[in-house]
């Protein structure tokens, strides 16, 4: 029996694009009817024939299997208030630098048969290849990858960024240089979010710009303290995810006086003495509770009655303390 034929085999063939394909099978109506009929025909004759789709509605997610905020609480906000007739089933991964992690949890997550996927994409070449072949509808949450049959839920990370350097700038206008740390490599999200605060502060000159390679990994004090130590002098830090709590132990360890602001996105509650010593100049805060729902609420319409949302991006204002 010949190798079963895949959206990207029958895009090779037929000279189409994956994404055009994946519409015209799946009546998108955005393909021009010819193209549609020419794509069908073919699919049918090399005998392509869809992934099976559960016959009870239901979904599979895919998330960093972390405890910190952001993830531990979206996954509590998922179990509480998904629809239990939809089965909701959690795969996880470590975490967002884990793409081996994350592609095998894919795979468990399509033995499940589901009708929709809720995810968090790293940013990866390999991740991009796995999802653009997939006919399952997929609905990003947080963390996405440049797909063209996806939607996404969470918040504006350029805007995040953005509104986060206007209110430093307010705060602290005498600073005119940045020490950033970023997860850039591995997140979207966190990429974005640090465009947008340069964007915002162009009076700051960036001295250093130091990887953080495990996303929303723990690091310890001291080696972010070390980190600090071979910098040039700086007048705040930035921090485009969620080590800002030991980042501001770092900087205390390193005896950089209060003076010299942190700034960046986590839990407030985990930064509270931070905030009080005042150490931290700014935090941004995600309305998670309201991602959630957004998403919850297109997954209801989606699997109840068949309807995607009208917008390709959902998001969620963000404020900051």
Known sequence: MGKKSSIRSLSQQLGLSPSTVFRALNSCGDVDLKTAARVREFAQQQGYAPPKRA????????????????????????????????????FLYSQLDDIDGFCSSLQDALSYEPSLLI???????????????????????????????????????????????EVFSQRYSLCRSVLCFCSETVSQTAARRTEGFLSATPQ???????????????YAASVLARSI?????????????????????????????????CVGFENPAALAPYREGGRLGAVLVQNLEAQVDSCVAAVDR?????????QK?????????
């Open 55 to 90: 016959r009870i509605p239901r979904c599979a997610l895919i998330f960093p299997d972390r405890p910190d905020y952001f993830w531990g609480e979206a996954r509590r906000l998922f179990q509480k208030r998904l629809p239990t007739q939809f089965a909701g089933r959690f």
């Open 119 to 165: 995810l968090a994409a790293p940013k990866h070449p390999a991740v991009l290849e796995m999802l653009r072949d997939l006919t399952v509808p997929i609905f990003f949450f947080g963390e996405s990858v440049p797909l063209v049959n996806s939607f996404f839920f969470g918040s504006d990370s350029y805007e995040d960024g953005c509104c986060l350097g």
């Open 204 to 218: 700051l000159t960036v001295v250093a710009k130091l990887s953080l390679d495990c996303a929303g990994k723990p």
């Open 229 to 261: 130590a071979t910098a040039k002098s700086f007048d705040c830090v930035f921090c485009d995810t969620g080590v800002l709590p030991d980042l501001c132990c770092a900087l205390d360890k390193c005896r950089i006086p209060n003076s010299v602001p």
């Open 302 to 310: 989606y699997l109840s009655s068949g309807v995607f949302p009208n």
């Open 313 to 321: 991006m959902i998001t969620v204002p963000s404020f900051v303390l």
